[in-house]
């Protein structure tokens, strides 16, 4: 009984670690421009919430510099105009600027922020 319930136990927890794995591949240079985002906060939040905006973690996992975009694997998102939860998701960029010295794999630090119904990252930098 008891060996039973240790290989059904098994069997979960590696289908759920497969599930997870795959949804994690299904994302990865996923183009989500054309995504609808109504679900994601991005209207103008209160004056008060301009304190709670902090930097968001990220790794890069594309940078297209001739269409200024840049694709990251991020965390959860929390700025004045924009939240959203962890995903990969590829960005416009204010400044191309902000491209010229970002590669694949870097770790930033960075800040997205609703122009013009888009979320477009504003501050971006590299982590050491």
Do not use: W
Request: glycine fraction near 8%.
């Amino acid at each position: 009984m008891k060996k039973s319930f240790l290989n059904l136990v098994a069997v979960c927890g590696f289908s759920l670690m497969a599930v997870n794995v795959y949804a994690d591949q299904r994302t990865m240079g996923m183009d989500m421009a054309g995504m609808k985002m109504d679900g994601m906060k991005m209207d103008k939040m209160p004056a008060d919430s301009m304190s709670a905006m902090s930097l968001s973690d990220g790794v890069v996992k594309a940078v297209d510099k001739e269409n200024s975009n840049i694709t990251l694997k991020h965390g959860r998102i929390k700025s004045a105009t924009v939240e959203m939860g962890p995903m990969t998701m590829s960005f416009p960029v204010k400044e191309k600027a902000l491209l010229s010295n970002v590669k694949v794999g870097d770790k930033v630090k960075f800040t997205v922020e609703n122009i013009d119904g888009t979320a477009t990252v504003t501050i971006l930098s590299i982590q050491k």
